[in-house]
């Protein structure tokens, strides 16, 4: 299975603040990543597909980058419905595997 | 709208067996893959199973082969997972979620996830 791991696990930031995501990728995945959002005791929300393609009614706010095997989620500026929980996804292959999350939370 | 709405919660002893269900409405059920993804109290997420649009391929993540068989009924717009001999490491909140666009050969993003049920193996 590709093994997909995301940095940092937990970041503190404020409002306004500009954040940034890593996702790593154990092997090529071309641009076969997705990005989602979990807020607590909701199911994820999906923000980027095919790694940098904002999925309908997302804020421009967010973007995706990358190709290969390293990924980055950027949320320009921060907004107070922001704070979650951020999931990288491959789907390269039918065996689809997330990230581990990282946890973004006011600072 | 696009909506999923998950069922077949509850508590099973281990070795047991259970039945989760998921409706679908508000788009054509039977032209999507669809797929089962849990996750455990306080971790993250894992992929479970997929089944294609027409039920003619399955797949199934390593933890649950051979115990957990995904399947559908386009004419009741239903996805279900019957899972067998269950482990306490099966405990998870047990989402349904559909296929979106911008699919590789294989594999797709999802677009519209259910609400989940809760799945407690436990004895």
């Known amino acids: 299975d590709i093994q997909m791991t995301q940095s940092p696990s937990t970041l503190s930031a404020s409002v306004g603040d500009r954040v940034t995501i890593t996702c790593r990728a154990s092997q090529s995945i071309s641009t076969w990543l997705a990005w989602y959002q979990q807020k607590p005791g909701k199911a994820p929300k999906l923000l980027i597909y095919?790694?940098?393609s904002l999925e309908s009614g997302v804020p421009s706010r967010f973007s995706g980058s990358g190709s290969g095997t390293e990924f980055t989620l950027t949320i320009s500026s921060l907004q107070p419905d922001d704070f979650a929980t951020y999931y990288c996804q491959q789907y390269k292959t039918y065996s689809q595997t997330f990230g581990q999350g990282t946890k973004v939370e006011i600072k | 709208q696009v909506q999923l709405v998950e069922s077949g919660r509850g508590v099973v002893q281990p070795g047991g067996s259970l039945r989760l269900s998921c409706v679908a409405s508000g788009f054509t059920f039977s032209s999507y893959g669809m797929h089962w993804v849990r996750q455990a109290p306080g971790k993250g997420l894992e992929w479970v199973a997929f089944i294609r649009y027409d039920g003619t391929n399955k797949f199934y993540g390593d933890s649950v082969k051979g115990r957990f068989t995904i399947s559908r009924d386009n004419s009741k717009k239903t996805l279900y997972l019957q899972m067998n001999t269950l482990r306490p490491e099966d405990t998870a909140v047990y989402y349904c979620a559909k296929e979106g666009i911008g699919c590789s050969g294989d594999g797709c993003p999802f677009d519209y996830w259910g609400l989940g049920t809760l799945v407690t193996v436990s004895s």
């Open positions: 095919k790694a940098s």
